[in-house]
Each structure stands twice: as structure tokens, then as C-alpha cells.
């Protein structure tokens, strides 16, 4: 077998990785795999060569003849057709600029999963807005522990303030 | 002052280091790969900023372009940067504490990659750290983060918690007993993935393993620090015990004192030669049958590499003087 990344030589190296339930092989000569770094003993997390991240956007690539490709990113101007073939995304709000385009890719990596861990002091979205859904939540938790104990003229209070912010979502 | 992979840690017999690292971006910056050197050394001072006026005098700033090659592969070499960090040392800075256990790699693929790293099984101790440090810096950066992606990061996989604990583990027994792809494979099954540390995935120099979480999004960072923790615990158990059986038998007992006899008596010796023989003697050592604490034997995984032993002796050593300055240190260790 020859070295994917040059073409040339024979392939000694091989490595196999399985990113969140996603196997996948890449065959290096020795040079090649010195090079990017896999000769190296405490190799880090860092997995970034483009063409194996191709392998997480199969749809994308395949639809990319016909991808419109005059489609950027508002803030920093990358392309969908860019990130596909980098599998990088330019910058944070190319997460909100190609959301629907990415989903199934994201599905396809993540599962149906949404996050679940820490969040800092920065609670600000780019695909919807939570502080608001934060808020209506909240109160709906708390109209409804004043429900059952009958406290019925904060429930009446709480269902106004939800009342409000519902029909200004609108 | 020692190193972080100079203190004993837990269960040192088997797990030789816990490593936890964050991957953080900083809002109104593009990421990495659309920035300019001059931007990504913005970041740099912003960070270097933070830390001097909260934790002033805890951190050096090193711009990786006014670091020796020898000392950018000890930096590789020891973990605290990825091979891809040194290849290109423009725009990059390196931020860490004289021990090295707590470090940020800045603009390697993410704007901040918050790392912290203990010797043995440490798992929530490590992950304190680096999340101690993530939360000072989030008082003061407004990092990229989406309520239902998590952490945003400049590759999507790494979106969520943009955290990767792992545990760096010594398994000659299983590796001898052929349980590798086995383990492989069940842990993948658990969201954990189960890598060489170097050399071909199920058959490493020295038997050195890195076991670590893959998934980062719809589980906790306590979830999959807990996780980790409890299959690391596990295939330590199932390490000793294959331990114990090998010590029974005739064959691997030759191996053994062959082994120990390398490393007390070479004169020369090559880091994979050294790291072949100490993975057989850990054995003889859990079996109580050679006494050399485990906490040295590990130390000399990071210390004996090739470019560190340069750093250590101050220039590059040709080939045969590193490997006999190697035997040296090791027979110092056997004495």
C-alpha cells in the first residue's frame, strides 16, 4: 500500500482512530509520518488533515458540484464550500451562518446530543436565544410549584409575565 | 523547582500521567486558521495580561519562535505541545507554569488549548486544575459558545466541552496476552478510544497507551472525567492481574532479568531499547521482585528522549554520545 499523503512510498505507519464511534484508517510512510508529527510518542488530540476530515462531511462532498458557492459567512467570509473542504470551520458565527447545512454532519458526529456541560459566564447563542427560553422556562417552573401550592395570585402574576413574553416572541 | 512527571502519583504502577485539556476560543476573533501572526499575538498578550494581573509571576509567556528546535521537541516530547504546535512556530506562544503542570498552547488549532497535567491516575484533580484556570480567564475573555453546540471550536468535533481527559497507561502484560484489540474495542463502545502512544496503534513502543474520552458533546466534563476514571481503574486491574500470572511463568521470567540486566548494565542504549526493557521490568517491580520505585522509572519516560537529554546537557548530542549519556542516567537509576 502506498503513503496517502505523498503517494510515493510504500506505507508503514498505520493508524487507526475512532473519533466519537467513527473509525478511521490512514496509512503513512515513515517520512510522511514523522513529518505530520505521528513518529512522535506523546502525539496530542490534534487530528487536522483535511482530506480525513472530508471523511466526516461524505454528504457535503458529494453534493459539492452543485453547493451554492457564493454562500459565505457574514463575519469572516468563508465559504460552506471552504469549510467542507478544510473541515474547519473560519470562526465562531460560521456555526450559525451554515447551522442547517451542517446538522446532519454534526448529527452524524455528535449523535443527536446537545451540550450539557459547563458554560463559563458567556450564556450567548448564535442559533437561538436562550436567555429568553432561560427565562420562560423559569417561570413556567415557578407558575406551576405556585400552582400547587395554590398561591394563586402569584400564579396569576407569573402567568402574565409569561403571557408578555410569549406574545412579544411572537 | 521538579516537574510535574517528577512527583509520585496514584496507582503509578500502571497509569503514568493524567492529562486534561480545553480547547477555548475568544470571541470577535476569527479562529486560527483566519488569523494573522499579528492577531494570533493579540491573543497572546491578552491571555499574558490576565494571568499577570490575577496569578502574577505563576506563568512564563515564551513565544515559540524564540525557543531552541531542541527545546520545541522537548516540549513534544514531554506532552505539553503536539508535533503540529512546533512545525510552525510563527504566531504561537506557550504559556506554562515553571513545573509545567498547568499550560496553554496558544493558537495551535484553537485560540487557547487550557492544559493540565499530574503524574499517575489523577483524574479530578487534574481536571480541577484546568478548569480553575479556564474559569479565571472567563472572567476576564468572553469565549465563542453556543447554548446548544457548547464550546465552539475551529473543528466541529471538537465541539461541546472541547475537553479531552486521557490517561497514559502502561500495559505490557495485556500487551503480551494479545488483550489490546479487545480493550480497543470495548472501550470504544463506552465513548473512549484507546490509542498507542506511539508506534502502531495496538502494538506501541514500551507498551505505552493513551486511553481517552472522544465524545465532547451531550455529556458533562464530571461525566466524562467520572467515566474515564472508572474503565482506566478497571484495565489497571486487569493489567495487574496478567501481571501477577506472567510472573509464573519460566519463559517470561528469562525475559525479565534479561531486561533488567539491559537497563543496569548497557552502555549504550536507544530510548525504544530502554523503553522495551522497562515496560518488561515494571512487571518484576509490581511482583516485588526488583525494588525500584515506580515514580523513578516513570520520571525516565520523559527525561530519557532524545531532545530532552540534549536540553538537559545543553546542546545537541550526536547519536552515540545521547546514548550513552541515556545508559548513564538509567544505570544511575538500576545502581
Known amino acids: ?170 | 523547582m521538579s516537574k510535574w512527571y517528577q512527583l509520585q502519583g496514584a496507582e503509578n504502577d500502571v497509569a503514568i500521567s493524567t492529562k486534561v485539556a480545553m480547547a477555548r476560543n475568544v470571541k470577535g476573533y476569527n479562529f486560527t486558521v483566519k488569523l494573522t501572526a499579528d492577531e494570533k499575538y493579540e491573543i497572546a498578550d491578552k491571555i499574558d495580561e490576565i494571568l499577570d494581573k490575577k496569578l502574577n509571576g505563576k506563568f512564563a509567556t515564551t513565544p515559540m519562535n524564540e525557543v531552541g528546535r531542541d527545546l520545541q521537541i522537548s516540549l513534544a516530547e514531554r506532552g505539553l505541545v503536539s508535533p503540529e504546535f512546533i512545525s510552525y512556530a510563527e504566531g504561537r506562544t506557550m504559556i506554562m507554569t515553571e513545573d509545567e503542570s498547568l499550560s496553554i498552547m496558544v493558537c495551535e488549532e484553537d485560540h487557547l488549548k487550557i492544559q493540565a497535567f499530574l503524574p499517575g491516575l489523577e483524574l479530578e484533580k487534574t481536571f480541577e486544575l484546568a478548569d480553575t484556570l479556564d474559569n479565571v480567564l472567563d472572567e476576564d475573555l468572553e469565549f465563542s459558545f453556543d447554548k446548544k453546540l457548547g464550546y465552539l471550536t475551529q473543528c466541529p468535533t471538537n465541539i461541546g466541552t472541547a475537553m479531552r481527559a486521557s490517561v497514559t497507561l502502561q500495559l505490557p502484560a495485556l500487551s503480551m496476552r494479545g488483550q489490546i484489540p479487545r480493550l480497543s474495542g470495548t472501550v470504544s463502545k463506552l465513548g473512549l478510544v484507546l490509542t498507542g502512544a506511539y508506534g502502531e496503534a495496538d502494538n506501541p513502543v514500551g507498551s505505552l497507551f493513551q486511553l481517552s474520552n472522544q465524545v465532547t458533546l451531550g455529556i458533562s466534563e464530571q461525566a466524562a472525567i467520572e467515566n474515564l476514571k472508572s474503565i482506566s481503574l478497571s484495565i489497571i486491574e486487569q493489567e495487574r492481574e496478567l501481571r501477577k500470572e506472567l510472573m509464573n511463568n519460566l519463559k517470561f521470567q528469562d525475559i525479565l532479568w534479561r531486561s533488567y540486566g539491559t537497563l543496569k548494565n548497557a552502555r549504550v542504549i536507544s530510548f525504544g531499547e530502554f523503553m522495551e526493557a522497562m515496560a518488561v521490568v515494571k512487571i518484576g517491580v509490581a511482583a516485588g521482585e526488583i525494588n525500584i520505585p515506580n515514580d523513578k522509572l516513570n520520571e525516565l519516560i520523559f527525561t530519557m528522549q532524545p531532545a530532552t537529554l540534549n536540553v538537559e546537557h545543553g546542546k545537541s548530542l550526536d547519536r552515540q554520545l545521547r546514548d550513552s549519556k541515556r545508559a548513564e542516567a538509567i544505570r544511575e537509576v538500576f545502581a
Open chain 1, 1 to 170: 500500500m502506498l503513503c496517502q499523503n505523498c503517494g510515493s512510498s510504500e506505507a508503514t505507519t498505520h493508524i487507526k482512530r475512532i473519533v466519537n464511534g467513527e473509525a478511521t484508517e490512514i496509512h503513512l510512510c515513515y517520512n510522511c509520518a514523522e513529518h505530520l508529527g505521528y513518529a512522535n510518542m506523546f502525539s496530542g488530540f490534534g487530528f487536522n488533515i483535511s482530506n480525513m476530515l472530508l471523511n466526516f462531511f461524505p454528504e457535503f462532498t458529494r453534493a459539492l458540484p452543485t453547493a451554492d458557492n457564493s454562500e459565505r459567512c457574514p463575519t469572516c467570509g468563508t465559504s460552506f464550500e471552504e469549510v467542507v473542504r478544510s473541515g474547519m470551520m473560519g470562526c465562531a458565527d460560521c456555526y450559525a451562518a451554515f447551522y442547517d447545512k451542517l446538522r446532519p454532519s454534526l448529527s452524524r458526529i455528535h449523535g443527536r446530543a446537545t451540550h450539557v456541560g459547563k458554560s463559563g459566564k458567556n450564556q450567548i447563542t448564535s442559533t437561538e436565544s436562550p436567555r429568553l427560553e432561560d427565562t420562560l422556562s423559569k417561570l413556567k417552573e415557578e407558575l406551576k410549584s405556585a400552582v400547587d401550592t395554590q398561591n394563586f395570585e402569584l400564579a396569576a402574576k407569573l402567568r402574565d409575565e409569561i403571557n408578555a413574553i410569549e406574545g412579544g416572541a411572537e
